[in-house]
């Protein structure tokens, strides 16, 4: 059976295990989100040998060089030396500029160690102790270099946990900065957008509202926010703030009747979808029905554990 070799400790895996899941199951601790490839929260360095990558294109040609590479997409097919991702070796350092609470929901505010280029709707993955979590980023760039993340701390977790500790001028470490399904294009100013969230789904389309406002643009905004509770429309005061943007607060269990009422005024609407898997695979559905093309629908789903 193929060996894998991590720091001192080594131990034999059946062939063609999941990557990820064997070194979690051999207590490595490390950390995952997605599990499709997108978060980046998995990566390992190969030292020596490498598995057999099922989506080799996630990773840049210079990151594969270097022998990084995405547990969850691995299968092991041989023996393997792996180097964990240290975040203090390998991490940004970041410190904590702003924490405001709304009940269970954190607004942290970061400084990181060197300005980042980023747009709106990218995540990153944050690193508290040896802890971590991808997050996708609330902040657009000009924010004045601050990168905002919405944390919801309603149930205990290993990462909420720590972040409901978390003092001014605390120290977090930052993984890699990425993309997903969620930006705005300046192409699409004449266009109505729809920006349909759930929870801290939120919070990567607070970042590209804003980012579409301040770029000018000219087509109708809708944003349609679901959440459990009224408390849990953290953002409601700054959302109904907004002019020229159409809110509607929606309550978990009147979300059928909410979709029920989106009606499609121009086969060109653009519409981004955030929030657990669930009500990201409701809201797209109902769109379909509602005529919205497939190829303008842009969705990102975020895990569901803490």
Known sequence: MPELRVGERCFTVPPASNLLDVLNGAGCAVPYSCRAGSCHACLVRCLDGLPDDARPESLSAAQREQGWRLA???SVTGDLQLALFDPLQDG???????????????????????????????????????????YSLASMPA???LLEFHLDCARPGAFSDRARHLHLGAELRLGELRGGALHYDPDWQARPLWLLAAGTGLAP???????????????????????HTRAGHYLAEALEAMAGVKVELVLAEQLDDALAGLKLASRQTMA??????????????????AGVPRNQVLADVFAEHA
């Open 272 to 289: 981004l979808l955030c929030g657990a898997p669930s009500t990201v695979e409701r809201f797209a559905r109902r769109l379909f029905i």
């Open 92 to 134: 940004l350092p970041a410190t904590v500029a702003g924490l405001d609470w709304f009940g269970d929901i954190l607004r942290l505010r970061l400084r990181p160690g060197r300005a980042l280029r980023y747009q709106a709707g990218q995540h990153l993955v944050l690193w508290c102790a040896e802890v971590a979590r991808p």
């Open 143 to 145: 924010d004045d270099e």
């Open 205 to 227: 389309l607070w970042g590209i509202l804003r980012e579409a406002l301040r770029q000018g643009h000219q087509g109708e905004i809708r944003v349609m926010h679901v959440a």
């Open 72 to 74: 969850c997409q691995c």
